[in-house]
């Protein structure tokens, strides 16, 4: 099993940065990828980027450019770096680590850290 956990949500005003954290415990494999999701209010859960154990990454269009992933695997820590920042960000955003196993994925999730944003 694997637990994650989140830090590093705030307020912060548009044009702000803030940074996440999501510190994993338990035993992490090379086939495991990580990411990011976000929950505005109201809304559903979507994917925002993604990172592979060997650092390949993937964003989400609105987001790219402005966010940045990141991954220690020595310290089983991923980094979510988030630059001019807007209300349209706001959300509660979740720590995922997927682990692959043939034809089926597990999923792992954090608590979830709010990020919110004033205009």
């Known amino acids: 099993q694997v637990q994650l956990v989140e830090s590093g949500g705030g307020l912060v005003q548009a044009g702000g940065s803030l940074r996440l954290s999501c510190a994993a415990s338990?035993?992490?494999?090379?086939?495991?990828?990580m990411a990011w999701y976000r929950q505005p209010p109201g809304k559903t859960r979507d994917l925002v980027t993604s990172?592979?154990?060997?650092?390949?990454?993937w964003y989400e269009s609105s987001v790219s450019g402005r966010f940045t992933i990141s991954r220690d695997n020595a310290k089983n820590t991923m980094y979510l770096h988030m630059n001019n920042l807007g209300p349209e960000d706001t959300a509660v955003y979740f720590c995922?680590?997927?682990?692959?196993?043939?034809?089926?994925?597990?999923?792992?999730w954090g608590q979830g850290t709010q990020v919110t944003v004033s205009s």
């Open positions: 990172i592979t154990y060997g650092g390949k990454t």
């Open positions: 338990g035993t992490i494999f090379s086939t495991d990828v």
């Open positions: 995922n680590l997927a682990r692959p196993f043939y034809d089926v994925t597990s999923n792992f």
